[in-house]
């Protein structure tokens, strides 16, 4: 078994890393980071290679593998209708994932290991901007509890395994993310790919205009996801505590500005249509980011540059891996992308 190592030492670029659930938005960005700073000897697996619910198998990849560092960024995630349709499924096989890798990487002498949640794991109605300490202090989303439940049961377990094996087990908590690789259903995709989406459908097809819900003045934070795996790395290297880290922008745009910005970037000349007889949902939701500007680090992805660069990859595919190479000017919708991501899955 390993005790806690100090923080604030580089990682050995020749350490074995574990990123689960590396075909993801998050996983695949942190293969990214991790290989772009010099780490040269991650290793890798796919849902069919090795299914991280059954135990067995896991406790055998890591007799043989030996990982010294891991990043669990393997989860089942969907949208609101999903989580309400399969509640059983989300709480279940994300707790079957965590307890696995979490119980495994500890017996099996990993050094280290990074377990990412979601900021769905604070109440509905928490405090603004949402500090750490809001964890637990009411009643959840209802859309999405069932997820959150598991998320926040992923934190109290590395939490218990830190403190009584003295185990090197840290959490960290992204807002909402978005770049390569994100999911644009048109059903369970997030705010800002569903917008492109239907932006860049409305442009192919030549519509006059395009209807969003609501009023566009609720404020959210986004975080590009190349932000989040640098952070990730950072976290690695630089972090070493019980409680769970807040990864945020610590900037705030209305729904309206993030429309209309990506309406610019898609190049719609449409118009936008706000249906105020429609939700807005919560007012406002932005991480407290202090904690880990404090430890001195900082994102660096401009939200236009982010959208700006999404937009790219949507076009012209992704550079790290071998999606169908077509420019999304010669098709009507994004299902060859979603048809993609689901097969790297």
């Given at each position: ?183 644009f259903h048109p059903e369970n995709s997030h705010v800002l790919p569903a ?13 006059k205009e395009v209807v969003v819900w609501g009023s566009g003045s609720p ?127």
């Open positions: 078994m390993t005790a806690i190592d100090a923080v604030g030492s580089k990682l050995d670029k020749s350490a074995k890393i574990f990123v689960a659930g590396h075909r993801g938005l998050v996983g695949s960005a942190v293969v990214r980071r991790l290989r772009a700073v010099g780490f040269t000897n991650l290793i890798l697996r796919s849902h069919s290679e090795l299914d991280l619910t059954i135990q067995s198998a896991v406790k055998t990849f890591f007799s043989i593998e030996k990982p010294q560092y891991v990043i669990l960024a393997a989860a089942k995630v969907g949208g609101i209708h999903a989580n309400s349709t399969y509640p059983a499924d989300f709480i279940t096989v994300n707790l079957q994932i965590q307890t696995n890798v979490i119980d495994s990487a500890y017996r099996y002498g990993v050094k280290k290991l990074l377990f990412l949640g979601s900021s769905c794991i604070y109440p509905k109605h928490a405090p603004q901007p949402i500090p750490e300490s809001a964890l637990l202090t009411g009643p959840l989303e209802p859309t999405n509890e069932w997820y959150a439940i598991a998320k926040i049961a992923g934190i109290k377990m590395c939490q218990a395994y830190r403190i009584q094996y003295k185990w090197d087990a840290i959490s960290a908590m992204p807002t909402n993310l978005y770049g390569p690789n994100d999911n917008l492109m989406r239907r932006f860049h459908e409305a442009k192919v097809s030549g519509a404020l959210r934070e986004f975080l590009h996801v190349d932000d989040l795996a640098d952070s990730v790395v950072f976290l690695l290297e630089n972090y070493s505590d019980l409680e769970h880290v807040n990864v945020g922008s610590g900037k705030e745009v209305s729904i309206k500005e993030l429309a209309e910005l990506v309406k610019e970037v898609v190049g719609f000349e449409g118009e936008l249509v706000w249906d105020t007889s429609k939700p807005d949902g919560t007012p406002r939701k932005l991480m407290d980011n202090s904690t880990l500007a404090k430890l001195g680090w900082e994102p660096k992805i401009s939200l236009r540059d982010g959208v700006v660069g999404t937009y790219e990859w949507v076009e012209v595919g992704s550079k790290m891996s071998s999606p169908p190479q077509v420019g999304l000017n010669e098709v009507t919708n994004f299902d060859w992308i979603v048809e993609w991501v689901e097969q790297l899955r």
